[in-house]
């Protein structure tokens, strides 16, 4: 059975950082792609980072380009996104999702942990 667990999701003032992780079983990470989706109340569920299955090549969203850091640690079956210099909008459920594909839709992962709530407070 895969599952996949986030953490590390919170309460932080304007400019603060958080490391969200996301602890995986039943599948590894090395032969997925790995992603992280937020979505906010009234919105889509948007792909802020992901990360390549062998390589780890990351690839990241416009919008939080220069902000935001995927990595994983094939050891541990984690994978991590640090987020920097937060903003209010950047309130959202954040998701960790696994891929057998290198596509950018939520409907190309099948696998998607319950989320981790940010919190951004101006």
Same mark, same amino acid.
Do not use: H
């Given at each position: %059975? !895969? ?6 999701? $919170? ?8 490391? /969200?992780? *996301?602890?995986?079983?039943? /599948?590894?990470?090395?032969? =997925? ?5 937020? %979505? ?6 948007? /792909?802020? &980072?992901?990360?390549?299955? !062998?390589?780890?090549?990351? @690839?990241?969203?416009?919008? /939080? ?14 994978? =991590?996104? %640090? ?9 959202? !459920?954040?998701? *960790?999702? &696994? @891929? ?12 998607? $942990? %319950? ?5 951004? @407070? @101006?």
């Amino acid at each position: %059975q !895969v599952q996949l667990a986030e953490s590390g999701g $919170g309460l932080v003032q304007a400019g603060g950082s958080l490391r /969200l992780s *996301c602890v995986v079983s039943g /599948l590894t990470v090395s032969t =997925y792609t790995m992603g992280w989706f937020r %979505q906010s109340p009234g919105k889509e569920r948007e /792909l802020v &980072a992901r990360i390549s299955a !062998v390589s780890a090549t990351p @690839s990241y969203a416009d919008s /939080l380009r220069g902000r935001i850091t995927i990595s994983k640690d094939n050891a541990k079956n984690t994978v =991590y996104l %640090q987020m920097n210099s937060l903003k209010p909008e950047d309130t959202a !459920v954040y998701y *960790c999702a &696994a @891929s057998r594909t290198w596509r950018l839709a939520a409907s190309d992962y099948a696998y998607w $942990g %319950q989320g981790t709530q940010v919190t951004v @407070s @101006s």
